[in-house]
Antibody, heavy 116, light 111 residues
Framework: QAQLVESGGGLVKPGGSLRLSCAAS????????MSWVRQAPGKGLEWLSF????????YYADAVKGRFTISRDNAQNSLFLQMNSLRGEDTAVYYC?????????WGQGTQVAVSS | IVMTQSPDSLAVSLGERVTINCKSS????????????LAWYQQKPGQPPKVLIY???TRESGVPARFSGTGSGTDFTLTISSLQAEDVAVYYC????????FGQGTKVEIK
């Protein structure tokens, strides 16, 4: 059964860094683009970034370009999001999602809180 | 591409029809394959989103037939033909012709 499990969230001070991970299982990870999407408390979904199956193409939303870096390790079936220079407005649940025709598989999310 | 949904919320009686609109700032119809790169998602409280419809009108496997999607170019609609209690959720449209963008969401409640 295909599954995504995020980890690495937590409480961090403004200006700090955090690295999120997403462990994939039950499907051929390297065949798929993968995305990170976040949802601030009580707000809607915001797409952040995606990466090609081989990891050679990456795209970012303007809100995180230059601060966040997406990467993947296909040997470990893992997706990552390195988040630097964190701000209060980065407080959210962060989801990883598999890209098929649409975002067809989602993890349960990991909570990130940015506060002093 | 900016996606704008309307309304932001609505309350409908059980068994009644629900209509949610989504407008994109640019066409999401790709001329090479004549497909609309538009998906609809359902998100229930405390859960991740779940895809309902892709290519604007194709239901994901397992999605009840009461959910349908229509539209082309820049204007799209998600319809729930007969609202059930388990359909209470927030619904999002998403374009995927150019990276990804979500609409702001429409909250559906029972009247």
């Amino acid at each position: 059964q295909a599954q995504l499990v995020e980890s690495g969230g937590g409480l961090v001070k403004p200006g700090g860094s955090l690295r999120l991970s997403c462990a994939a299982s039950g499907f051929t990870f390297s065949d798929h683009y993968m995305s990170w999407v976040r949802q601030a408390p009580g707000k809607g979904l915001e797409w952040l970034s995606f990466i090609s199956g081989r990891g050679d193409s990456v795209y970012y939303a303007d809100a995180v370009k230059g601060r966040f870096t997406i990467s993947r390790d296909n040997a470990q079936n893992s997706l990552f999001l390195q988040m630097n220079s964190l701000r209060g407005e980065d407080t959210a649940v962060y989801y990883c999602a598999r890209e098929g025709i649409s975002s067809d598989l989602w993890g349960q999310g990991t909570q990130v809180a940015v506060s002093s | 591409i900016v996606m704008t949904q309307s309304p932001d919320s609505l309350a409908v009686s059980l068994g009644e029809r629900v209509t949610i609109n989504c407008k994109s700032s640019q066409s999401v119809l790709y001329s090479s394959d004549n497909k609309n790169y538009l998906a609809w998602y359902q998100q229930k409280p405390g859960q991740p989103p779940k895809v309902l419809i892709y290519w604007a009108s194709t239901r994901e496997s397992g999605v009840p037939a009461r959910f349908s999607g229509t539209g082309s170019g820049t204007d799209f609609t998600l319809t729930i033909s007969s609202l059930q209690a388990e359909d209470v959720a927030v619904y999002y449209c998403q374009q995927y012709i150019s990276t990804r963008t979500f609409g702001q969401g429409t909250k559906v409640e029972i009247k």
